[in-house]
């Protein structure tokens, strides 16, 4: 993947995102470490937003992004995929040290295979695992009705009230 097409997706992810978050969000800077810089427009807080992108495998990577002469990837199962989830989460989680402060902290996650949605994130939520970490949301970005990326799903959050306790399993 180009630098160019790494940042044209980063782009749309987090495009995605402030369009289906909640609260009134901004970008005030797309960088490295994290990737963008936002501002929450209820409450003026600079939240760091890290992107990633969720294939089942490499090879589906490569024919979505248009990076293989192959257009049919084969059989995919939901139970691969939140292996793949958990694995991206986890090296994501180890990637936030060293960040430079904001007031929160959220990963993005786009879930970039067609073929699943937030139903089968829904229906496998009790084997998605957020090892302890620093950020204060994790959030999935879905296709929703129409292609129009519009779904979410939070799978951290740091109310503690709502989503059990860091480190552990989050249920919504």
Not at 8 to 33: G, R
Not at 131 to 146: M, R
Request: net charge positive; charged share 25%.
């Amino acid at each position: 993947m180009t630098t160019l097409q790494k940042n044209q997706l980063e782009i749309a992810a987090i495009q995605y995102f402030i369009k289906a978050y909640p609260q009134k969000l901004k970008v005030l800077e797309h960088s490295d470490k994290p990737d963008f810089t936002l501002i929450d427009g209820t409450n003026n807080q600079k939240i760091g937003a890290e992107i990633a992108h969720l294939y089942h495998d490499k090879k589906e990577a490569q024919i979505l992004l248009g990076n293989s002469e192959e257009t049919i990837h084969g059989i995919m199962c939901a139970d691969d995929l939140i292996k793949v989830l958990n694995s991206l989460i986890n090296q994501k989680t180890n990637k936030i040290k060293g960040y430079r402060s904001h007031d929160k902290s959220i990963l993005v996650i786009r879930v970039a295979s067609p073929i699943f949605d937030k139903s089968t994130f829904d229906m496998h939520e009790d084997a998605i695992i957020c090892p302890k970490n620093d950020y204060d949301e994790i959030w999935l970005v879905l296709d929703g009705k129409k292609g129009k990326w519009t779904e979410l799903k939070q799978i951290k959050s740091t109310n503690i009230t709502q989503h059990g306790l860091a480190g552990s399993r989050y249920k919504l």
